[in-house]
């Protein structure tokens, strides 16, 4: 079983995610349908952003090329695209892997 997927709360675990399309008028043949995909990829998916962005950060504050005010710009970024990405919180099993919007928050590694 895939590690990142082991992080998946139970509930959600052989579930699926259904994109309706908002016009069904034009569902059937040729026409827009429903995209399923399995929580447990869309779930992968997400815990590679969320680990995408903790290395950016690492990155970011690490740089000796960047100027202070230009990291502090990147890191208000970055906690941003956190914040966006807090809708999801609910499919994590533990809340120590959830998103967190306060860089204070979040683990270094």
């Given amino acids: 079983k895939d590690t990142l997927v082991e ?12 994109m309706q399309p908002a016009d069904r008028q034009f569902t059937g ?3 827009l349908q429903p995209k399923e995909v399995p929580l447990e990829t869309f779930f992968h998916k997400i815990v ?3 680990n995408n962005l903790r290395v950016l950060e690492q990155k970011v504050n690490a ?3 960047l100027s202070e005010a230009d990291k502090f710009d990147l890191q208000q970024y970055i906690t941003r695209c ?3 990405l807090t809708t999801f ?8 892997d959830q ?5 204070v928050d979040r683990p270094t590694s």
């Fill in 63 to 65: 740089s000796d090329k």
């Fill in 89 to 96: 919180n609910v499919l994590f099993k533990n809340k120590d």
């Fill in 29 to 31: 043949r040729g026409g």
């Fill in 99 to 103: 998103f967190q919007t306060s860089a």
């Fill in 82 to 84: 956190y914040g966006s």
């Fill in 48 to 50: 590679m952003i969320r």
């Fill in 7 to 18: 992080g998946l709360a139970t509930r959600w675990q052989k579930g699926t995610l259904v």
